[in-house]
C-alpha cells in the first residue's frame, strides 16, 4: 500500500475562512449601499418634488400681489376721483362707490390668498431642505461604504450606517 502523502491544508483552509469573511463582509456593504442608495434616490425625488412645488406657490404668490398693486392703483385713482368731486362740491356716482368698496374686498381677499399661498411655499422650502440633508447624509454613507469595502475597514462602514440612519430620519421629518 503506498504511503499517503500530507499536504499542509492548515494554511490553506485559513486563507480560505479569511477569503470567505471577507467577500461576506464586502457583501453585506454592497448590499446595505444599494439600500441606502434607493432611500437616496427617493429622498432626492421628494426634495425636488418639494422645490418645485414651493416655487410654483411662490410664483403663484407674487402673481397675487402684481393682482393686488393693480387693484390698488385703481383704487388709488377712483378714491382721487371720488375726493376731488367732494371737494368740488359734487356728489358722488353710486356706481363709483360701490366700485371702491369692491376694490377694499377684492384687495383683502387678494391679501389673504397670497399669505396662504407664501406661508405654502415656505412650509414646502422646509420640506425640500429637510429632505436634501437627508440625501447630503446617504451620500455621504454610500461613500463611506466604499471606502469601508476597498479597504477593510468596518468602522468606515458602521460610520457609514449611522449616517444613513440619520438621513433616515430627515427623509421622515421631510415627508410629514
Not at 475562512?17 to 448590499?31: H, I, M, Q, S, W
Not at 377694499?104 to 436634501?132: C, F, P
Amino acid at each position: 500500500m503506498p504511503e499517503e502523502i500530507e499536504v499542509p491544508t492548515e494554511h490553506l483552509h485559513e486563507a480560505m475562512e479569511e477569503k470567505a469573511r471577507e467577500g461576506g463582509f464586502n457583501l453585506r456593504v454592497a448590499l446595505s449601499s444599494a439600500l441606502i442608495a434607493v432611500l437616496a434616490a427617493v429622498c432626492a425625488l421628494f426634495a425636488g418634488t418639494y422645490a418645485n412645488e414651493a416655487m410654483l406657490a411662490q410664483l403663484k404668490a407674487s402673481d397675487q400681489w402684481s393682482y393686488y398693486q393693480a387693484k390698488s392703483i385703481k383704487s388709488a385713482i377712483l378714491e382721487s376721483k371720488l375726493e376731488l368731486l367732494k371737494s368740488l362740491g359734487h356728489k358722488s356716482d353710486p356706481k363709483d362707490l360701490a366700485k371702491a368698496a369692491g376694490y377694499k374686498k377684492d384687495m383683502a381677499d387678494l391679501t389673504a390668498l397670497a399669505d396662504n399661498l407664501t406661508q405654502e411655499s415656505d412650509e414646502l422650502l422646509a420640506k425640500h431642505e429637510l429632505l436634501a440633508k437627508g440625501v447630503t447624509l446617504f451620500q455621504v454613507a454610500i461613500a463611506l461604504s466604499a471606502i469601508a469595502a476597498l479597504t477593510k475597514r468596518r468602522f468606515l462602514w458602521q460610520t457609514g450606517l449611522l449616517l444613513s440612519c440619520g438621513g433616515a430620519v430627515y427623509l421622515i421629518l421631510g415627508l410629514r
